[in-house]
């Protein structure tokens, strides 16, 4: 049934246009800045109009602006900063209505999100934009990092491929079509790690993917218990922070770099990081804007809110999207030679770890609140080693189904715990102004 699931997906991402989209955007690295200038302008241009013209969302919002179908077909990327900001609340609010384009590409899927902000939302891509988005994606992140999506790999992300925490071996699938391994995030811990080396060695897998916390659990186990791990060609790491102790614990693991990147769900935005070390923005996925609290643009070394633009995505454009996440830019070139802006750090997506009773480690609990459409933010706390408490804020009371399932996907991801639904009026940003979703009060026992 994986491997099933894995050939419909295949067919999804690298079928059609997939090949003339990645051969396109492989043409593209040899742009100029001034050439990325006016491309991006010209997608833009492209995207506003259309939005302007089949989203009834954006076409009220730009009007309540001033902003008219002449105007909004004149606004380039220096100009973009007159129209209106997309919220998170907006997209969860209107995602699956108003902010729909009236004339569609055929097959169109919507596909949920959260990530580090703890508000639900649903994401809408049709096959076409699947293909133009890998494209870019697989020449970006994996051709990039020396690899490709079609040699042995491994994935360690949120999909649930055992029914619960008590689950037995193997803890992972098998998806022939696409050479993929794919571990549950779930079950990670000092007992299982074997079994997980296990799946490596037994699939020839040649590199690793997916959530960077869980991937660094898996390896720090193998370096905590001297367990045997298979000598990679790189790690590529995706939705927490990366930092210089995963990197460290990567290498001595598996004997290879890292990769990192940022992007979301939403297929709004992408930064990989070359073969070099240096951190691109792709300019053919979006306009990324980097903004302080008053909407002014950061100076390099400066942190700022991310606004995202997207240029692929049709159906369902975001514009000026607040996507919850931080940056901090750098002015910098890179001896790869590519003329695509540069990134000095991704900041703000530290969460803490929730540690089970039996050592397993996780940081990204957003399944839990899939198809809970009353949900507007949540965030999971632990308090100790007993006790779960998720906030949740919503449009109306959560019912005693909605407040079970909570509590049930809390205990098949985690184990037999006290789970507590607890709503809330509003979930306060820390003190330096980020959004947590994940909150331990519990340190990790390294004895």
Not at 11 to 39: C, H, M, P, S, V
Not at 215 to 231: H, S, Y
Not at 303 to 318: K, S
Request: aromatic fraction near 12%.
């Amino acid at each position: 049934m994986v491997s099933l699931y894995g050939y419909t997906w295949m067919k999804r991402r690298f079928g059609g246009i997939f090949k003339e989209e990645y051969i396109k955007a492989q043409l593209r690295e040899k742009f100029t800045a001034d050439e990325w200038q006016q491309y991006q302008n010209q997608q833009l241009q492209k995207m506003l109009l259309h939005a302007f013209t089949t989203v009834s969302y954006y076409k009220e919002a730009f009007t309540k602006n001033g902003i008219d179908k002449e105007s909004v077909s004149k606004i380039t990327v220096d100009t973009l900063h007159q129209l209106p900001i997309l919220s998170k609340e907006d997209l969860r609010q209107y995602g699956a209505s108003t902010l729909l384009s009236s004339i569609r590409e055929k097959d169109g899927s919507f596909f949920a999100s959260s990530g580090s902000t703890g508000t639900p939302t649903q994401i809408m891509y049709s096959h076409a934009m699947h293909q133009r988005w890998f494209g870019i994606y697989e020449l970006r992140v994996r051709n990039w990092a020396g690899v490709s999506s079609f040699i042995p790999r491994g994935m360690i992300g949120g999909r649930r491929i055992l029914p619960d925490a008590g689950a037995q071996p193997p803890f992972y699938r098998y998806n022939y079509f696409e050479k993929q391994v794919y571990f549950s995030a779930y079950h990670i811990n000092p007992q299982t790690a074997e079994n997980y080396a296990k799946g490596m060695r037994k699939y020839g897998v040649q590199y690793m993917t997916g959530y960077a916390a869980s991937n660094f659990f898996l390896a720090r186990f193998f370096k905590e218990f001297n367990i045997p791990a298979p000598q990679l060609k790189c790690v590529i790491t995706s939705s927490e922070k990366l930092t210089p102790e995963m990197r460290e614990t990567f290498t001595s693991v598996y004997g290879c770099k890292t990769f990192d990147g940022w992007g979301s769900v939403e297929a709004c935005g992408l930064i990989t990081e070359c073969e070099h070390g240096s951190m691109h923005v792709s300019p053919d996925a979006s306009v990324l804007e980097v903004l302080d609290d008053n909407m002014q643009p950061v100076q390099p070394g400066e942190e700022g809110a991310v606004y995202c633009t997207g240029l692929l995505n049709y159906d369902q454009p975001l514009i000026r999207y607040k996507i919850g996440d931080q940056l901090i830019l750098s002015d910098k070139t890179c001896t790869c030679g590519r003329a695509m802006p540069l990134v000095l750090e991704i900041a703000g997506r530290v969460e803490d770890t929730i540690v089970g009773k039996d050592g397993r480690e996780m940081v990204r609990f957003h399944s839990i609140f899939n198809g809970l459409h009353a949900i507007k933010k949540s965030q999971v706390v632990q308090m100790n080693a007993d006790d779960i408490i998720v906030k949740v804020v919503t449009d109306n009371r959560i019912d005693k189904q909605g407040i079970e399932t909570i509590q049930q996907r809390i205990i098949s991801q985690l184990g037999n715990m006290n789970v507590f639904v607890e709503e809330v009026d509003d979930i306060p940003l820390t003190s330096n102004g980020k959004f947590k979703a994940v909150v331990s009060h519990l340190k990790r026992n390294t004895s």
